[in-house]
């Protein structure tokens, strides 16, 4: 049994004046909640939740974080938001650093990030069945359409997917595709991209 109720708690911090003392610049605390295993006595209130939710954020960002996010020219937010796209892209937290290396390099490129869960998070009641026509949908998550970083985080991620945007592994990799294992294979060019869709995705041979 829940010990609160979620309406109770998505009110609370829906409130502009908490957004804005946190200095959230997003509509939401998706993101900033961050993901760990709490207890709570029956009848604490939703702000008590959501403080201990959002403080222990703060406490999984130290100040070398902040730094090293501005080495990068990220600001926190932009961080949080990539890693929440490596939370949801990747299973394994040994292949984080990798995946983030991918968005970095898309980024640097210029690049669309090119992430289906970004693309799944707009997308109201979604079936499981991703088609053209979400890829093509111009929702301001949709990174098929808009170049760069998302306008908020897509998840909550964890302090892995976090560390493994602001210390990513170095590599040339554009692309990274399912081999449908619990791991990825990482292609450098389209053409090699194209192959390995053509050979995990459509004519998987394991």
């Not at 009641?125 to 998550?141: K, M, Q, S, V």
């Not at 592994?169 to 053409?191: A, M, R």
Request: with cysteine; proline share 7%; hydrophobic share 35%.
């Amino acid at each position: 049994n829940k010990i609160i109720k979620d309406s109770e708690l998505r009110k609370y911090l829906s409130q502009r004046v908490l957004l804005e003392k946190f200095e959230i610049p997003a509509d939401s605390f998706e993101g900033y909640l961050f993901p760990d295993t709490y207890q709570f006595p029956r009848g604490t209130s939703a702000k008590t939740i959501a403080l201990t939710l959002i403080n222990q954020g703060i406490k999984y960002w130290p100040t070398t974080y902040t730094d090293r996010a501005l080495e990068l020219g990220l600001t926190r937010h932009e961080v949080l938001t990539l890693a929440s796209i490596v939370e949801k892209e990747s299973g394994s937290v040994e292949e984080q650093p990798l995946v983030a290396s991918v968005f970095h390099n898309r980024l640097k490129k210029r690049m669309k990030l090119q992430s289906d869960p970004t693309v799944i998070y707009g997308i109201p009641n979604f079936d499981g069945n991703i088609t053209r026509a979400h890829l093509e949908d111009p929702h301001p998550y949709n990174t098929y359409v808009h170049e760069g970083i998302p306008p908020s985080p897509i998840c909550s991620p964890g302090s892995t997917a976090i560390k493994a945007v602001l210390y990513p592994e170095e590599s040339e990799y554009l692309y990274f595709v399912s081999n449908n294992q619990g791991s990825h294979i990482f292609p450098k060019s389209y053409s090699e991209h194209v192959k390995a869709v053509n050979k995990w995705l459509f004519f998987n041979t394991t």
